[in-house]
């Protein structure tokens, strides 16, 4: 198997899990730690295949989650984002360069917003009372398959 065939099963492995998360958190409001230590264990996986030298290349990668992990963290800390979705998002930081993480992060937002207002929606119409948890994971695994998506519609060794 060449290293370009691997690499598209290394991005199909992540749609997979993406999925996973986004099935999971929409059914319990969780995501596991197994599950983003996969993601983010795959990472540098992809790293060597893709012939990503170590630096800046990798090291920019792990700069770019402990970023993301640092602001998503924060954002927890207020109550604003689950403990699994910030985890999520650094694994998924691993993975993309930071312009097309930026990309992923406009989005995420977008489809959080959507999903956040479908759910007000529901909540209306069924007349509940309390607050709405919405499951963010779902938002974030479907901007995580939009850039998988756009990303192997290119040559995937050429992102970096």
Do not use: C
């Not at 996973?20 to 730690?33: G, Q």
């Not at 207020?78 to 990309?103: Q, S």
Request: aromatic content about 14%; proline content about 3%.
């Amino acid at each position: 198997m060449d290293s370009e065939t691997f690499i598209y099963l290394l991005w199909g492995g992540l749609a997979i899990a993406l999925i996973v998360a986004a099935v999971t958190d929409l059914k319990s409001r969780h995501i596991s730690n197994w599950l983003n230590l996969a993601i983010a264990l795959g990472a540098p996986v992809f790293w060597i295949f893709s012939g990503m030298a170590f630096w800046p290349d990798m090291i920019g990668q792990i700069g770019l989650a402990a970023i993301i992990f640092i602001i998503f963290a924060g954002l927890f800390a207020l109550g604003a984002m689950g403990g699994g979705d910030v985890k999520l998002l650094t694994a998924l930081a691993l993975w993309m360069p930071w312009l097309t993480f930026l990309e992923l992060l406009v989005i995420m937002s977008i489809a959080g917003g959507l999903l956040t207002l479908f759910m007000m929606i529901g909540k209306h119409i069924q007349k509940t009372a309390g607050p709405i948890k919405v499951p963010y994971g779902v938002a974030i695994a479907f901007s995580g398959l939009w850039m998988i998506w756009g990303i192997t519609g290119q040559n995937s060794q050429t992102i970096f």
